[in-house]
């Protein structure tokens, strides 16, 4: 008899996409709604050159691929920008941390954007699941 402890059930990948579209479209409407705060204000202090248009540029991409992430359509693909976006901001803020302040300092500060990471690498691999737009209109399963 095999324990069901050893069964290892389909992988829920609507938990992380819920978490991961939200947080990113959450932070893309806030560079709109409050721009100096978190748009081109905070582009322009960490040293962005036309901070207005990265700042639009990037609210853009985080909105659109948090809406796709919800809905699992596209969903490895709407990972890939999202993946840049923190790449950059790793390079941007984190490093600069680390440099100055030590890892510790810079583990503190990047721990959100380390989960992200990770959530977002981890829906690259797995896609949108079960219950998502691509497995309905893109799979092979019979339905």
């Avoid at 932070?27 to 709109?32: N, R």
């Avoid at 962005?48 to 919800?70: D, K």
Wanted: charged letters at 15%; aromatic letters at 14%.
């Amino acid at each position: 008899m095999k324990s069901k402890l050893l069964h290892t059930q389909p992988v829920p990948t609507i938990i992380p996409r819920l978490i991961v579209g939200l947080i990113f479209l959450s932070e893309g409407l806030q560079k709109f709604i409050f721009p100096a705060l978190v748009g081109s204000g905070r582009f322009m202090k960490i040293g962005f050159v036309n901070p207005a248009f990265w700042a639009n540029f990037t609210g853009t991409f985080e909105i659109a691929c948090g809406v796709l992430l919800l809905l699992g359509l596209f969903t490895r693909l709407a990972a890939v920008p999202l993946l840049t976006i923190m790449a950059v901001a790793f390079i941007r803020t984190k490093i600069p941390i680390l440099l100055g302040q030590g890892f510790w300092a810079m583990a503190h500060e990047y721990r959100t954007d380390f989960a992200m990471t990770l959530l977002l690498v981890f829906l690259l691999y797995f896609g949108g699941g079960r219950f998502s737009l691509d497995r309905k209109y893109f799979s092979n399963e019979r339905k």
